[in-house]
């Protein structure tokens, strides 16, 4: 992976906010008495287990839970939790392994919002990656990911995530390692495969528009062709780059064709 720059780490970022801003929250839906009702259950599974144990809320975006010993597993000080926000374990993730968890997250992401309620409550993100410890070495962790609870709408409301210390430390020069997990099923969707996951969730009218730009018709003609509005393709077309992740026509014809759906 090439080196990533300040700006590239910023791109990423708005990029995964952005697609957090995809999900409508009705805060008077939000029964946030299942969050007070999972703590209990959460201390104590990171006292008996020393899991770092947090709470991400994607309607408010932020933090809302923290086991007690979050830092203390790489052997930092609440002080040094409390004084660095909430982003302080962020800012230690090798770089290299930070924007690539970045990318994973975004692909993450896309893949939920096309995820029917039971996938998202069944799925579970493994990823193995570098941070740097309180003795400034680092250490290899390994994090689990997976939704807490959805809202009303099935809207990823709640993510839950379980940081360990990975019992691999051989390989400290080897970067990120990520797969999802229907730990119901056992089927794993590595990120090397996300493209193609990706490419089978276009629906039909998908398919049948990035088909006709192929072909080489203009947004008017396929207006035309198809009897639907050309604001209706536009907003296909964008769907078809945001899912395919690319950033144009030609790359989402490219990657289209390449595996095989047109």
């Known amino acids: 992976m090439k080196m990533m720059t300040k700006s590239n780490i910023s791109n990423l970022h708005e990029t995964y906010f952005q697609l957090l801003d995809w999900q409508t929250f009705v805060a008077d839906h939000l029964d946030y008495s299942i969050l007070e009702r999972h703590k ?30 979050l830092g203390t597993v790489l052997g930092y000080t609440p ?8 982003l302080f374990l962020d800012t230690k993730v090798h770089p290299d392994d930070y924007a690539i968890l970045l990318q994973n997250a975004i692909s993450l992401l896309k893949l939920f919002f096309n995820f029917s309620v039971d996938e998202k409550l069944n799925y ?53 390692k990520s797969q999802l997990l229907n730990f119901k099923t056992g089927k794993i969707i590595s990120f090397a495969e996300s493209n193609e996951y990706l490419i089978n969730t276009l629906t039909k009218r998908e398919t049948e528009i990035i088909k006709l730009v192929k072909d080489g018709f203009l947004s008017k003609e396929i207006s035309d062709k198809l009897t639907i509005s050309l604001h209706t393709v536009n907003t296909h077309r964008q769907r078809i780059l945001e899912k395919l992740d690319v950033n144009n026509s030609i790359e989402a014809v490219v990657l289209a064709s390449k595996l095989g759906l047109i």
């Open 124 to 176: 579970k993100l493994v990823s193995e990656y570098r941070i740097l410890n309180a003795c400034n070495n680092y250490v290899r962790v390994v994090e689990q990911q997976q939704a807490l609870a959805l809202d009303t709408c099935g809207n990823l409301w709640l993510a839950l995530s379980i940081l360990d210390i990975s019992p691999n430390q051989k390989n400290i020069h080897e970067g990120v």
């Open 40 to 69: 209990p259950s959460l201390r104590k599974l990171a006292e008996i287990s020393n899991s770092a144990i947090s709470i991400f809320d994607m309607c408010k975006k932020t933090h809302v839970f923290h086991s007690s010993n």
């Open 79 to 86: 002080s040094d939790l409390s004084n660095g926000g909430d």
